[in-house]
């Protein structure tokens, strides 16, 4: 499930550079997510470093996570920074394909992984509209309105 997306930490003295001793450190700079293991962090500057969330095999809801500059200390993760992982929602269905430029036609999406709980949107095109949750494999979007007629690309996210 899920891995690929980079994720941004914001801290204090991230220098995985000692310049007084010309020690380049940077190989043992990783993000630990727990029980999914390491990956390679970039630190940016002294206080932004970046990972890429590992592939999660386990189905875990989330992963602790956690900064080395060392590879021997970490951050603490009791301190509760969490990665959550979730699957994307997914248009497998969709009805009607076509309504007027002014916008209103009600568009039924079929598809999985549409959480109640998740701030569902769908896009037309460029154009942004709230989805209304009707079961975990069916929502609900009214079209907008549009300048022009022609084909949208319709996307569902959270």
């Known amino acids: 499930m899920g891995g690929g997306t980079k994720v941004t930490l914001r801290g204090n003295n991230f220098h995985p550079f000692d310049y007084k001793l010309d020690i380049n450190n940077s190989n043992d700079t990783f993000c630990n997510w727990g029980p999914l293991g390491k990956s390679a962090a970039t630190v940016l500057s002294s206080t932004i470093a970046e990972c890429v969330t590992p592939q999660n095999n386990l189905h875990l809801d989330y992963a602790p996570l956690a900064l080395t500059l060392n590879n021997q200390n970490y951050t603490d993760i009791d301190e509760g920074l969490k ?57 609900t979007c009214t079209s907008p309105n549009k300048t022009d007629p022609g084909d949208y690309k319709l996307i569902v996210k959270y």
């Open 83 to 139: 990665f959550i992982y979730y699957n994307p929602p997914k248009i497998i269905d969709a009805q009607p394909l076509r309504g007027p430029v002014k916008g209103g036609t009600v568009v039924n999406l079929w598809g999985a992984a549409y959480e109640k709980k998740k701030n569902i949107t769908c896009f037309f095109g460029d154009k942004m509209v709230y989805a209304k949750w009707l079961s975990p494999s069916h929502v």
